[in-house]
């Protein structure tokens, strides 16, 4: 009870994978020589690999807000009509950008806890057929809600509205067929399921949104993802000076992630996801989303109880760091994580000290009832095939 590991269980940043660290070290390496040019390379080659995606990938240096910024700007002109789904904190960035680029929004609002339905935004394109693009996060991380991305994909396709998939928390923790559902971009972050440390972000780019490019008059300067292909095209690396630390780290980690399998890096998401839900009903909690992902879990704080107390308890018992609620959110729900560098004995742990925590704040737990409804998974999941 004296030690006290520290433990990131929050949605990003999230735990890191200790080879990647082990590669940073090794960063030293200028960024305009060849030697850097075919790491840069291989990391493209490798995350197109891993995104399951023949579009083009391009890495950012910035969190994953300035690839949704990019992917604005890049991509439409002032006054154009998009289509933003909203059902969170980060639905409401999209809303922002939007609003900042001098697009016409038509908002698609839903609750916190919600998702917006794809039925809704195929009838805001009957509704708009002059709509431009459709924008929505696979993962609503602020309230851990997914969003029915392929259905949605399939509204769109016909349409001439791009795809803009805010996936920094649903790659790597959800299905996502970016070439045969049709997305037209999609977005990712270091921090989240990529194991490294915040600072990159990446996206992919269709030629459909290629297209739109060409035609896009709202002004870019540093995130000029034109300019950005050419330099890559052209084998130069990029067109700015590019976290040359961060990029090393990537490619380790997504050797891992190779080795590993993407399907499994996503199975292991949802397998830890299921834990903590059934961990969460035998202990009395409720979910927060009603279409819960597998990112992050979002649970009630027991009536009476403010949720930061949860979360200051975790910080100062076991040396964790979980996630409060945000904005109206905030003292209503926790949230645990489950995606990047995560495994069983994490859930295991992190379940057993919110079972202290409940118990010594004078919740009515069975202390262990958590901890075997997440061992029951595990069991299952590891059953013997015959």
Known sequence: MHIKKQRLLTPGPTPLYPPA?????????????????????????????VMGTSNDVLILVSSGSGAMEASVSNFFSAGDKVIVCVAGKFG???????????????????????????????????????????????????TGAAHDIQAMAA??????????????????????????????????????????????????????AWERNATATIPRFYFDLKKEKKMVDKGEGSSWTPNTSHIIALNA???????????????????????????????GLELFAKNPGSSVTAIK??????????????????????????????????????????????TFAVIAALELILHTNGHNVQLGAGVTAAQRVWAEANKPKA
């Open 155 to 208: 509204a769109v396709k016909p349409t001439q509205a791009l795809l803009i998939v805010d996936a920094i928390t649903g790659l790597g923790t959800m299905p996502l067929d970016i070439d045969g559902w049709g997305i037209d971009i999609c977005i990712g972050g270091s921090q989240k399921a990529f194991m490294i440390p915040p600072g990159l972000a990446f996206l992919s780019i269709s030629p459909k």
């Open 253 to 283: 980690a997504l050797d891992y992630i190779k080795q590993l399998g993407m399907p499994k890096l996503v199975e292991n998401a949802q397998l830890l996801a299921k834990a903590t839900r059934d961990a969460a009903a035998a202990l």
């Open 21 to 49: 660290l082990h590669a940073m070290m090794a960063s030293d390496v200028h960024h305009r020589t060849q030697d850097f040019v075919k790491v840069q390379a291989q990391a493209l080659s490798s995350l197109k690999e």
């Open 92 to 142: 409401e960035r999209w809303q922002e950008i939007a609003k900042a680029f001098g697009l016409n929004a038509v908002v698609l609002q839903s609750e916190y806890g919600d998702s917006v339905s794809a039925d809704r935004v195929q009838a805001a394109l009957k509704e708009n057929p002059d709509a431009k693009g459709v924008f929505v996060q696979a993962s609503e991380t602020s």
């Open 301 to 346: 704080a027991p009536a009476g109880m403010d949720s930061g107390v949860i979360v200051k308890a975790f910080r100062t018992q076991f040396g964790a760091i979980i996630a409060n609620g945000q904005g109206s959110m905030k003292g209503q729900i926790f949230r645990l994580a489950h995606l990047g560098y995560f495994d069983f004995a994490d």
